[in-house]
């Protein structure tokens, strides 16, 4: 039978997809365009290089794939010949070779280098640019991987090229993207003072600023009202925990709307969130379940009860403490006392299977929202009852 899918366009979410807008990077984009713009004015008298650093999924490659595009934008309104180049280093294993082998085939897909030296293609590259009266921004994302294989002299040269073309008009400039600048602090003192100048870092992301990221996505790649707030906090707190990467948000995002299709649900609930975490990264291990003491296992069982049975993401420590209740009748044992239960709040969030947060509500004052942000309900929920059966 059909069933309708929760997402509207799921390419929204691939890895590859450059969306319009870049929350929180609209300064970096424009700063990156001041750094380019003499290349729409008078781009055969200067060539530039700039670097972007940052922690893995901060947004390096969006930014400078989003910039690639709109230079090109306006380039085109201005008949340039130029091209934006964008080549990850890793996938050429770091070798110059065929970096420059594929910037190549941009402007002459067939052209054969077999037998070519690397200086050769060098060489042929600057003299079809010559030819077509063309501009490049080359881009060597994961630049790290290039700067250890082929080592200072290497970068020299290829942030030298205009010197040895005396006379000529300029034709590449260079956008570096690494993690961290210590790769370029390695290469000795000419490389790097040809490089460093201008140097743009991408700060990690911060609980409020990728929750709108998600929610911007959220909008773009589901059906209306399919995707709650409690599922985009959810994602958005496991990603701060994951150091604030992006990416790992949003393929939460995309593999949590993956598992929430393939049960033929209406809308993408908590559990489809820790479903897809727990495949991505191995959350529990059963050892740190038999370690609980009974009433620890009965009280971790009445908070699953809970977010097995009900779509929200998170709870009150007022309603974990009646599932316990509940579940104490149902195993026959005496419940403990509220204050013995804030230690196994601790203890659970110590073992990184519960999480406490705060929550400030309204004139009340504050209060303890309790989630389960990692471990998929159903799995636990069969461990644990397991678990209290074997006790017996
Ligand atoms: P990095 O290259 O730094 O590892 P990416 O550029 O690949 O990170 O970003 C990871 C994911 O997060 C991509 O899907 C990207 O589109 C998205 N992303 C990162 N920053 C933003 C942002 N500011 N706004 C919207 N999407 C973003
Ligand atoms: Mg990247």
Not at 130 to 154: N, P, Q, R
Not at 162 to 176: D, F, N, T, V, Y
Not at 205 to 213: A, E, G, M, R, S
Not at 242 to 256: D, Q
Request: glycine content about 4%.
């Amino acid at each position: 039978m059909f069933h309708k899918s929760v997402f509207k366009d799921e390419t929204k979410l691939d890895i590859n997809y450059v969306p319009p807008r870049l929350p929180h990077r609209e300064k970096e984009r424009r700063l990156l365009m001041e750094f380019f713009n003499f290349l729409l004015h008078f781009p055969e008298r200067m060539t530039q290089r700039v670097i972007i650093t940052g922690d893995v999924g901060t947004g390096k490659t969006a930014l400078a794939r989003r910039f690639g595009a709109d230079i090109t934008l306006e380039a085109n309104k201005k008949s340039l010949k130029f091209r934006f180049i964008h080549i990850n280093c890793r996938e050429y294993r770091g070798k110059l070779f065929f970096v420059l082998q594929h910037a190549l085939t941009v402007f002459r897909p067939t052209f054969p280098s077999r037998g070519y030296s690397t200086e050769e293609v060098l060489r042929t590259l600057m003299q079809i640019l010559d030819e077509e009266d063309a501009y490049v921004i080359l881009t060597l994302d994961e630049f790290d991987t290039l700067i250890e294989k082929e080592g200072s002299e290497t970068v020299y040269s290829l942030t030298r090229l205009q010197e040895m073309r005396a006379g000529k008009p300029q034709r590449i400039s260079l956008l570096c993207i690494l993690r961290d600048l210590r790769a370029v602090e390695k290469l000795d003192a000419s490389a790097r003072s040809t490089l460093q100048r201008n140097v743009i870092n991408l700060e990690r992301y911060d609980k409020l600023q990728l929750k709108t990221i998600l929610s911007e996505r959220v909008a773009m790649a589901f059906e209306p009202n399919v995707v709650g707030e409690d599922v985009v906090d959810l994602v958005t707190e496991l990603a701060v925990s994951e150091s604030g990467n992006a990416r790992f948000a949003i393929e939460l995002l995309w593999r949590a709307g993956k598992y929430a299709d393939a049960e033929n649900m209406d809308e993408v609930e908590p559990e489809c969130v820790r479903e897809a975490v727990s495949s991505i990264i191995p959350t529990l291990r059963k050892s740190e379940l038999s370690s609980l003491g009974r009433h620890e296992k009965l009280f971790l069982l009445g908070a699953v009860r809970i977010f097995k049975d009900c779509q929200k993401g998170y709870a009150s420590l007022s309603d974990v403490e009646k599932a316990y209740t509940v579940v104490c009748e149902e195993y026959g044992e005496k419940p403990n006392s509220h204050t013995q239960l804030w230690n196994y709040v601790q203890l659970l969030s110590a073992l990184g299977i519960l999480k406490t947060e705060v929550a400030s509500i309204g004139t009340r004052g504050r209060s303890t929202r309790i989630s389960l942000p990692a471990v998929p309900a159903t799995q636990l929920e069969k461990e644990l009852t397991t678990a209290l059966e074997r006790d017996e």
